[in-house]
């Protein structure tokens, strides 16, 4: 495929040639290896409203998704917005272009430009993925932002990524996520055993170990497998999500949970095609979504405090899991990371990476957030 047939799209018209009446290649802006100061980009206006450039991002959300996939949509409307319409990013909900679980891969090999999805689906190609969404009993939102942008994981994600031709972005977070949905009360360790969950991720992994069957569903599938008794349990994300699927009709137990304190969404682009966007299309990608990502957990909060409420007048029984509970899932964490640790040398070096900043972020937290959300 000749990627500038959709970098480009033709509005080319004559003026618009006349327009771009310079030697350089009139639809790509600036070679890097030329002008290796990045600052030096900005002695030239690289972009022209006559000829805009089309990314074409696809999600693994439906459609007008509420929070992830509106956030995308906004996204999208801000840079072309900011960029005054020489950018434009258009959106492919799931399925429409390229299935939900399959944006890595299109995106990878430039079959897509670009994609919203969230790291720890690719625990399949590189266990260490996962880490950059989170891991149980790990960083609370606020603090995954700041390991990846001022503790080193977003360059550890990025050097990951380059192997796949891919560059991510922070595409939002959902903020500390619930435990799940139970058709039954857990009183201690014993009730988790052989219990039928809907839980991916580490989270799966980490409950697996201590005796729960996790069982992977596509989401049309989950509320129609809890009526029926097929699973027991599952998690989703938190009341704002949660409550429109319907889980408290047939299993009105709430858990508070440990398992996604603060799961990170990605928006990643084919590096190739990044490396070759104007230095200002850059920027504004940058700066849109910083805007995005702040605004998603945000956006979470303020829908779940509301959810919460409705909730409570639905005969929800809000619970938190025994200490035995909470204690075995500590102690699986260890495993699981010790075993994936031993398998794969980036899950090592990602897992250690965190686990350093999380030493010194706990100390802070427990001293400031911690004790006034105790005593407020
Ligand atoms: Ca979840």
């Known amino acids: 495929m000749n990627r500038r047939d959709f ?3 033709a509005t080319l018209t004559s003026a618009g040639i006349a327009l771009n009446g ?8 600036i070679d890097y290896s030329k ?12 972009i022209n409203k006559n000829k805009k450039t089309v990314i074409r991002l696809a999600t693994s959300w439906p459609a007008h998704f509420p929070i992830m996939g509106t956030g995308v949509e906004k996204f999208a409307q801000r840079v072309e917005d900011i960029s005054g319409g020489s950018l434009q990013i258009k959106i492919y909900p799931k399925n429409v272009l390229v299935p939900a679980l399959a944006v890595f ?12 999805s969230g790291p720890y689906y690719w625990k399949g190609k590189n266990s260490a993925f996962a880490l950059f969404s989170g891991m149980p009993f790990g960083f609370t939102a606020e603090e995954i932002n700041s390991w990846m942008l001022f503790g080193g994981g977003m360059d550890l994600w990025r050097e990951q990524y380059a192997k796949y031709n891919l560059h991510p972005f922070l595409g939002g977070n959902t903020n500390i996520q619930m435990g799940g949905w139970f058709r039954k009360p857990i009183r201690s360790l014993a009730d988790m055993q052989g219990l039928k969950m809907r839980i991916p991720g580490l ?4 409950f697996s170990r201590m005796g729960v069957n996790p069982i992977l569903l596509p989401a049309g599938e989950i509320y129609t497998s809890l009526e029926r008794g097929v699973i027991d349990a599952t998690e989703w994300v938190g009341p704002a999500l949660d409550i429109k699927m319907g889980f408290y009709k047939v299993a009105p137990y709430y858990y508070s949970g440990w398992h996604e304190p603060g799961s990170v969404l990605e928006l990643t682009f084919n590096k190739h095609l990044w490396s070759k966007l104007a230095f200002e299309h850059q ?3 940058e700066v849109a979504s910083s805007e995005l990502n702040a605004n998603m957990a945000t956006e979470f909060h303020a ?20 200490n035995d509970v909470t204690e075995a899932g500590k102690k699986a964490l260890i495993e699981v990371v010790r075993d994936l640790s031993a398998k794969n040398n980036d899950f090592a070096n990602v897992y250690k990476s965190i686990a350093s900043y999380l030493i010194l972020s706990k100390e802070w937290s427990d001293v400031s957030l911690k004790y006034f959300l105790n005593i407020r």
Do not use: Y
């Open 303 to 322: 829908k779940n405090i509301l959810a919460l409420q409705e909730l409570k007048k639905l005969n929800v029984t809000l619970a938190q899991f025994p």
């Open 22 to 29: 310079c030697n350089e290649s009139h639809h790509v802006a």
């Open 7 to 9: 970098l480009t799209t």
């Open 203 to 206: 989270g799966g992994e980490v």
């Open 105 to 116: 891969d299109a995106c990878s090999s430039g079959q897509i430009d670009a994609f919203h």
């Open 283 to 285: 920027s504004m990608i």
């Open 35 to 46: 002008h290796p100061k990045k600052h030096d980009a900005t002695k030239h206006i690289n």
